[in-house]
């Protein structure tokens, strides 16, 4: 870890992330690879004795108003470079468009109007980040499985694919952008939105403006921010490093049920 | 049943020495003897990852959320001294400051070079927090596991009956201050007594098989987003997940006092003895004075 700096620890986390992306995980890169089988191991029993847990399908505990915490500590990318973004926030998001594609029969381009004007969802859910923190907060948003039945999903599809307009590292073939994944028994989930309103307002733009994935049975990586392209995919190896997600790339479990 | 008398042989030669020979008993059974040694490794895995995962969130709350900014039970931290330079390790506990440079907060590494860690990390694992998590739910699993060898054994073998249950004599206020008196001046058992646990090692035992374990795994559930979607009254167990957070560390803490006396006692009762009948499964009575 790097020296002192006047910062408390607690602010230092950030720190840590970087040190992770600037490669210094034994676990996740090449020195560590021996171990991964036996790491691998609890993901895989995880996964499939919390999948037995929520074959039914149940939601997430859904709290009161009263309980929303004070603040949300906006976590990951609290405001994307670059002037592209930056021309998104200056028109309030007017020349945005969401698109839906992949295996899908019916692409869609929507505007984030259009997207408002779908069948909506407020849910008030905690948001547990897998450095050990939660807060509470109420989302609106469109169901997921409401965009995907519009666009008509193909067959083959597996995962959807979550691509993002803020760029972590920069790299020569554009693959240092944020994105995530999940597969269908998660994305067919009530409680798997596409948020556009937190706390009763627009969603903030530290918070992932103008949308933003909220899945509520996973840590906080998975809730993928500034959300501009939904893929509907077969498998994952050809996106990026082919794990499924930027931190997936970087050692982080693809599985974040826990 | 057998005693620690000198037997047939002894009696048919009566020596003016007749030191009566150490009689050595079958105490462990070798599905006790595996899941032990199992479980020494899966602790400190858990332990090490464990405190990992805390450092990148050193601060303990109740209640549902929690994050910077809101009151905690504990918290650990890395400040630094502007008029020295110098970095400060302060931990806080129900608002009171303590400096615990060296060891919480900021500790040195091998070259003397300070390092900002609520933990040191010659306690915890490296890697970094991917690696943590790995680490501490595949160990989390295999103690589960190990756990529920043991369980299923010890039940169908009468081990917890046999050995465990303290009897209802035991329990009497009378007994108990004896064993506790007995403890205290690190009297060890001998003859009859050194053939079963004694009250406080049997309650020591039932408490860390009944409850810490079972709470550790239950509140480390708690903080599953997937697990409470299916079991919600893990919440309303444990009064929320920060809480469940809170207590999943203050138990750790209690495993590791328990490590601590654990080891303490196999060393002052006979250490060779000891972990000989943990790994043969042959423990020898000491004799009586």
């Given amino acids: 870890m790097s020296p002192i700096t006047r910062r408390s620890l607690i ?145 083959q599809a597996r995962y959807i694919v979550f691509h993002c307009m803020d760029e972590m590292v920069r790299t020569p073939d554009n693959s240092g952008f944020y994105y995530e994944s999940i597969d269908l028994f998660d994305a067919m989930h009530p409680q798997t939105i596409l948020a556009y309103g937190m706390n009763g307002k627009a969603l903030p733009v530290a918070h992932g403006a103008p949308l933003r994935l909220r899945v509520e049975r996973h840590v906080g990586y998975k809730h993928a921010k500034y959300v501009n392209r939904i893929e509907a995919v077969d498998r994952l190896t050809h996106i990026a490093r082919g794990k499924g997600g930027f931190w997936e790339d970087r050692g982080y479990q693809w599985y974040a049920g826990l | 049943m057998a005693s620690s008398e000198p037997n047939g042989e002894a009696r048919a030669a009566p020596q003016p020495a007749a030191r009566p020979r150490r009689e050595v008993m079958y105490r462990h059974t070798v599905a006790v003897r595996l899941t032990h040694w199992i479980n020494v490794l899966i602790l400190v895995l858990l332990l090490m990852s464990g405190l990992r995962l805390f450092n990148y969130h ?55 070079e300070p390092i900002a860690a609520a933990f040191p990390n010659w306690l915890t694992l490296p890697g970094g927090l991917a690696g943590a998590r790995d680490v501490h739910f595949a160990a989390a699993w295999l103690l589960v596991l190990n756990g529920l060898v043991y369980l299923l054994f010890s039940l169908f073998t009468g081990h917890f009956r046999r050995d465990l249950l303290p009897g209802a004599g035991e329990l009497r206020p009378r007994h108990m201050l004896t064993d506790m008196w007995n403890h205290l001046r690190l009297r060890r058992a001998r003859g009859q007594a050194a053939r079963r646990y004694n009250v406080l090692q049997k309650l020591a035992y039932v408490i860390v098989i009944f409850i810490l374990l079972p ?32 207590i999943h560390f203050l138990v750790a803490n209690l495993l590791v006092l328990f490590v601590f006396i654990h080891i303490i006692q196999v060393i002052v009762t006979g250490l060779f003895n000891n972990m000989r009948s943990m790994i043969t499964g042959r423990y020898a009575i000491p004799p009586e004075d």
């Avoid at chain 1, 500590?73 to 969401?98: I, K, V, W």
């Avoid at chain 1, 905690?126 to 193909?154: F, K, R, Y």
């Avoid at chain 2, 001294?81 to 500790?107: A, C, Q, R």
């Fill in chain 2, 215 to 246: 709470v550790m795994v239950l509140t480390g559930l708690t903080m599953s987003p997937a697990v409470t979607a299916a079991l919600p009254f893990l919440f309303d167990m444990f009064a929320g997940r920060q809480s469940a957070r809170t």
């Fill in chain 1, 11 to 155: 602010a230092g986390s950030s720190a840590a992330a970087a040190a992770l992306v600037s490669g210094c995980d034994p676990f996740s890169l090449s020195d560590g690879e021996a171990l991964r089988p036996i790491l691998d191991f609890g993901q895989f029993i995880s996964l499939h004795v919390q999948r037995a847990l929520l074959a039914g399908q149940p939601l997430a505990r859904e709290f009161t108003e009263a309980d929303i915490s004070p603040e949300f500590p906006p976590n990951g990318t609290e405001r994307p470079n670059g002037m592209a973004y930056f021309r998104h926030m200056m028109s309030n998001f007017a020349d945005f468009r969401l698109t839906v594609d992949g295996m899908v029969k019916k692409p869609l381009s929507l505007t984030l109007d259009e997207v408002k004007a779908m069948p909506p969802r407020t849910q008030i859910t905690m948001h547990n980040c897998d450095e050990g923190w939660s807060a509470i907060g109420q989302w609106t948003g469109v169901p997921l499985a409401h965009l995907l039945q519009t666009a008509e999903l193909m067959p």
């Fill in chain 2, 58 to 112: 050193p601060a303990l709350y109740w209640g549902n959320y929690g994050y910077r900014g809101v009151p905690a039970f504990v918290s650990i931290a890395a400040l630094e001294d502007i008029e020295t330079d110098e970095p400060v390790g302060v931990t806080t506990i129900m608002g009171h400051n303590f400096i615990t440079t060296g060891v919480l907060g900021v500790s040195y590494d091998a070259n003397g």
